[in-house]
């Protein structure tokens, strides 16, 4: 962990310029260790600039900086941070812009990351981060990293007087002081992030579980590039008449588009057809979108989860019994742990998971499912009776979730016509285009009884309480108290242990998930403990999140902290290989 003493966060001198370009001069040339006397506050003609940990090497990871600007400097229009949706979407805008001309602004020279600044932007989500933030009478603080210049191991004073005292002023002025801001563009990421927020929260009055707006445009430029399709062959979503419906936004006034409603829901068509892009643009409406993302106005309730098939995942004690009991060996599935999940274990443990969260709405894909999971079909049932398959599938188990528990599904299914008897609507995607079949649905389903017989022998009841044990969740290595690393967004070096995320789907910003690294070592130190369970330990987090601001993960404040919900939290805590419940 970094040591206490290279931080100078609440030391309260403010230096003046002229000092900090004599330090400079005087230590040019020196061991780099130097640099640590440059920590501290700088004053600038109209912005603080503080050193607020300075780098051990030219090789470690960078320093780390952040700039105060007074509203008079910062000149936002008071409309822009007037409420907390339109903080949070003026405050991504300024981070997207200070991003890309912190790239523009680096130069690199010498040794190690010399000269590099970074500024953790957002991607095409806009959720509450730690790189800009606005105060309530409209302040800027701004955290970036810089990596102070070396030559070989010395100082290279003059090239960090180049970036201190001209780059970084100059990135300042550019991106966050008053004559940087173009109005209209400010406006239309508050405004976009304020409708969002409106037209989610305007779901469950709708009985809605999702809301598509008409012109949305969901596919994405590549499997791993989450920027929009552009070009004349995408086609923009236009909701059927028999499932359109207008919500009210504040800014962009009436919306029309598809709303999803609550219960059982069928998005079915052929092979590429867009039905896996339509459900991840309704998983990706947890969250709000950049303008000009294409799902600026698609919405989803905030506790839906998108669930999959995720073989050698491990589960520890996770009552799989509703979907799964007799294993093979007598393995006790009300109680099950095992290093190596199957697909369909690994597909019942993460749905327990979710609800044992709080979870309101299930999402699955058929591409990332597991088939014996999903579906048991008459044929299979007579040669395979239920004595020799442990799995009731979900089929049998969907209607239920909704009727007895209030939990909707929306499932992506092109291959299997069981599910047609227990959807409420089944949606059709037909060359990215949408209709709403439930009535053929339901007319070929009287037509073709299925044969089947239900497989669910007992009631669904809702999990008991896991208490995770605090001691295996370690955040340990070596010497350090804290070790978390984030080598790519979908893996966490928690301590010693290597927690995989892949399939992690909404999961979307590698911020969230060093947000959720400091947030287990927060649970770790003063939340979880004897007879406390996991999802009291979520909602802990949450509140003290919701009060406190993402800072309160880490006293350093850094600039790379991104929201994440309790859904994540929790799923990272439960695929911990060293996690033992109580
Ligand atoms: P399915 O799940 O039905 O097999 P996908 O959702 O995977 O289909 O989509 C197939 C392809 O079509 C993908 O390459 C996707 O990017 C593209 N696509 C999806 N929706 C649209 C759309 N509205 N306009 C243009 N291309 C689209
Ligand atoms: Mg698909």
């Known amino acids: 962990m970094t040591s206490i003493d290279n931080f100078s966060r609440g030391d309260g001198t403010v230096r003046d310029l ?5 330090l400079l001069r005087s230590i040019d040339g020196r061991g780099y260790k130097s640099y640590k006397d440059i920590a501290g506050k700088w004053s600038f003609p109209d912005f603080v600039l503080s050193i607020d940990h300075v780098q051990g090497d030219p090789f470690a990871a960078p320093s780390r900086l952040h700039v105060e600007l007074t509203a008079a400097v910062a000149g936002l229009p008071s409309s822009s941070y007037r409420s907390p949706s339109r903080t949070r979407g003026t405050a991504a805008c300024l981070a997207a812009r200070f991003a890309a001309a912190a790239r523009r602004a680096s130069v690199p020279s010498g040794s190690g990351r010399s000269g590099e600044i970074r500024m953790a932007g957002p991607g095409q989500q806009v959720i509450v981060q730690t790189a800009v933030l606005i105060a309530a009478d409209g302040a800027i603080e701004a955290r970036f990293t810089l990596g102070l210049p070396a030559e070989g191991r010395r100082v290279a004073g003059q090239a960090a007087g180049r970036l201190l005292l001209r780059a ?5 002025h550019r991106t966050l002081s008053a004559d940087a801001h173009d109005p209209d563009e400010v406006e239309r990421w508050a405004a976009t992030n304020e ?15 999702a809301f598509v707006a008409d012109g949305a445009s969901l596919p994405r430029r590549t499997g791993i590039d989450d920027r929009p399709l552009e070009g004349p062959e995408v086609v923009e979503f236009q909701s059927p008449a028999s499932l359109r419906v207008a919500l009210d936004t504040p800014n962009a006034g009436v919306v029309s588009g598809m709303g999803v409603p609550e219960g059982v829901t069928l998005i079915v068509g052929g092979g590429f057809h867009g039905k896996s892009t339509l459900l991840r643009g309704l998983q990706s409406g947890v969250y709000n979108h950049r303008p000009g993302d294409g799902r600026e106005q698609v919405v989803t309730v905030p506790d839906a989860v998108k669930i999959r098939a995720e073989d050698g995942r491990s589960v520890v004690r996770v009552d799989i019994s509703a979907f799964i009991d007799n294993l093979p060996l007598a393995r006790d599935t009300q109680d099950f742990s095992t290093p190596n999940a199957s697909g369909s274990t690994s597909q019942a443990a993460s749905i327990v998971e979710a609800f044992e969260a709080g979870v309101s709405a299930l999402f699955v894909d058929e591409d990332t499912a597991a088939t014996n999971f999903m579906i048991r079909d008459r044929r299979m049932q007579e040669l395979v009776p239920k004595a020799g398959e442990p799995i009731t599938p979900f089929v049998d188990r969907v209607r239920e979730l909704f009727d007895s528990h209030g939990i909707s599904s929306i499932l992506v299914l092109g291959g299997s016509g069981d599910y047609l008897d227990v959807a409420d609507t089944v949606i059709a995607m037909n060359s990215y285009e949408v209709t709403e079949v439930t009535q053929e649905a339901h007319e070929v389903a009287a037509r073709n009884p299925t044969g089947r017989r239900v497989e669910s022998t007992a009631p669904l009841v809702l999990p008991t309480p896991r208490c995770p044990d605090p001691h295996s969740v370690d955040p340990r290595r070596g010497r350090r108290d804290v070790s978390i690393r984030v080598p790519d967004p979908s ?17 979307v910003d590698r911020g969230q998930v060093t947000a959720i690294g400091q947030a287990m070592v927060l ?6 403990g004897t007879g406390k369970p996991l999802a009291e330990v979520l909602d802990a987090i949450e509140k ?3 009060e406190e601001g993402l800072d309160a993960l880490d006293w350093r404040h850094p600039g790379d902290l991104v929201g994440f919900r309790r859904y994540e939290l929790g799923a990272v805590i439960n695929r911990l ?3 033992r419940v109580l």
Not at 198 to 205: E, H
Not at 523 to 528: G, V
């Open 18 to 22: 002229p000092q900090l370009e004599a």
């Open 168 to 172: 970084v002023p100059d990135l300042v």
């Open 195 to 209: 409708d969002a927020d409106a037209m989610r929260a305007a779901l469950p009055g709708e009985a809605l579980v």
């Open 491 to 507: 893996t966490l070096l928690f301590g010693e242990h290597e927690v995989d995320l892949s399939a992690l789907e909404q999961l």
């Open 523 to 528: 649970a770790q130190d003063s939340l979880m």
């Open 544 to 546: 003290t999140v919701a």
């Open 577 to 579: 290989r060293s996690l």
